[in-house]
């Protein structure tokens, strides 16, 4: 990914870097900094355009060489089509042109200098060219065919100022952009060596190396605490189940607490999973709990005035000997049970534990984030949400909108809750009747959160695509980690 991005002042063609980024709005209208290039190059660059057939809709790119300052420059144009000067707008572009610049040194663009707020313009830019520009490390020796060059080692955004708040935008933008590509990694990371153990040590390095505390429990220690579900799910495995903490104490009072789901492998368990295209990705299914623990390091990189914590519990979910049945029964945190009647619906049993325990600390809110479902079929580019505090939700759905990570509100049912009665336990992990939907995995989690304000995301089916989009490659994307950090910023702006 990019090393460096940075702010200079200087016109637009006056930058010795190896590849200029101008923007277009549809019809070819051009946007800030293509009069600058053209005044500086000599070169009629609207009309080169136009004679090639660019026309600036969105999604639209070009480039080409043209002399300059005594020697060859390359041009990008960009297309925003019509109104394309926010920030989500802003991001798009610049993410398109990490992953079009691939094997250029260094790329300059006037895409902060789009829209009335510079500075969002200024983070959006940022972050959309870090998230083009990703990479996960391939596995093996040999070059692989029509793999991707490089992305730029360099990105400058050309702006009118840099005074503070652009600076701020700006590191803001690099610890959003980081933290999201950080997520990747880890979701990408084979299950093989992305353990429990290992996902453990490795969140508790990067939260240390942030500022941030970080207290990693042993099985042992989860079983003294009375963390029946997330043993009961891991107990499975050769790879014994971990839990992390994870805290920001930047201010007192009531903590804002964030737990994610941390299946580092699901089989399904005794209930194996049917099909072999969705298993062979189910490394992915710790990526709530990823996005929950990068959302507070990044707290604490930027130093926010908050107190905020994430507990991920990290477990693999496998069949053998030692596994749960369907039929038995587990004791979560704070003494509730619940019937298992299906191991693959492990997700929920581990967070139910997360919940009840950051519960007990009357947190100023409380949110999971799960690949529980598909997210109730509303497709890969949204989230699904669903709580017991309106406001809250309304915080967290404004936060995803701002960061390029939109969700959407499902109902949460009261009528609903009978479809989990049992007659041995408490609940049961799966309704009666009906599908087992989003909406019916958070009505379980539902019953675990006590009168704490409570959202549960699922971002089953923004975690992973399984395909290109166009902007975003196939693999792992790390939703919703930019929205999580976006309502840690609100909050603490407040």
């Known amino acids: ?130 998230l083009g520009g990703y990479r996960f490390s391939r596995a093996g020796s040999r070059p692989v065919e029509g793999e991707r060059p490089a992305p ?12 503070r708040a652009s600076q701020d935008a700006l590191a803001r933008g690099i610890v959003a952009g980081e933290s999201a590509n ?18 453990a040590e490795q969140m508790a390095a990067r939260a240390m190396e942030h500022d941030a505390e970080a207290h990693v429990w042993t099985a042992r220690e989860l079983e003294r605490q009375g963390f029946g579900g997330v043993l009961g799910v891991g107990q499975g495995s050769r790879n014994e189940p971990f839990l992390v903490e994870i805290v920001h104490a930047g201010a007192g009072g009531a903590p804002l607490a964030l737990t994610g789901k941390g299946i580092t492998f699901d089989s399904g368990g005794l209930n194996l999973k049917r099909d072999p295209a969705e298993i062979a990705w189910m490394r992915a299914d710790m990526a709530g709990g990823a996005a929950a623990a990068a959302a507070v390091i990044a707290a604490a990189a930027l130093g926010l005035p908050i107190h905020a914590v994430a507990v991920v519990p990290l477990a693999e979910n496998m069949p053998g000997g030692g596994s749960i049945r369907p039929g038995d029964v587990l004791t979560h945190r704070g003494g509730r049970t619940s019937e298992v009647m299906d191991t693959d619906a492990e997700g929920r049993l581990v967070i139910a534990d997360t919940i009840a325990y950051l519960a007990e600390r009357d947190p100023a809110a409380l949110i999971d984030v799960a690949t529980l479902t598909d997210a109730g079929g509303i497709g890969h580019a949204l989230w699904a949400a669903m709580g017991t505090d309106q406001a809250l939700l309304r915080e967290i759905l404004d936060a995803g909108e701002a960061a390029g990570e939109p969700g959407w509100q499902l109902p949460l049912r009261d009528e609903y809750r009978v479809l989990f009665t049992s007659l ?12 087992d939907t989003s909406v019916m995995a958070a009505t379980f989690l539902r019953e675990f959160a006590a009168d704490a304000p409570w959202v549960h995301i699922d971002n089953g089916s923004t975690a992973w695509l399984e395909f290109d989009t166009g902007l975003w490659p196939e693999g792992a994307t790390g939703s919703p980690a930019r929205a999580l950090i976006r309502f840690l910023e609100t909050r603490a702006a407040r």
Do not use: C, K
């Open 1 to 130: 990914m990019p090393s460096v991005v940075d702010l200079s002042t200087d016109p637009a063609g006056s930058d010795t870097d190896d590849l200029l980024a101008l923007p277009f709005f549809d019809g070819l209208r051009p946007g800030p900094g293509v009069a600058d290039a053209e005044r500086a190059l000599g070169v009629p660059l609207t009309d080169m355009l136009a004679r090639h057939g660019f026309r600036g809709q969105q999604g639209d790119y070009s480039s080409f060489l043209v002399p300059g300052g005594g020697r060859a420059r390359g041009i990008a144009a960009i297309g925003l089509g019509a109104a394309g000067d926010g920030p989500s707008a802003v991001r798009d572009a610049a993410q398109r042109l990490a992953t079009q610049a691939a094997g250029s040194a260094s790329v300059a663009t006037t895409l902060a200098m789009l829209g009335p707020d510079r500075a969002a313009s200024v983070r959006a830019a940022t972050e959309g060219f870090l």
């Open 152 to 163: 730029p080692g360099r990105l400058t955004l050309l702006v009118a100022e840099a005074g």
């Open 182 to 199: 950080w997520v990747r990694d880890l979701v990408h990371a084979p299950a093989a060596t992305a353990t429990p153990a290992a996902l």
């Open 424 to 435: 041995s336990a408490d609940l049961r992990n799966t309704p009666r009747h009906g599908a």
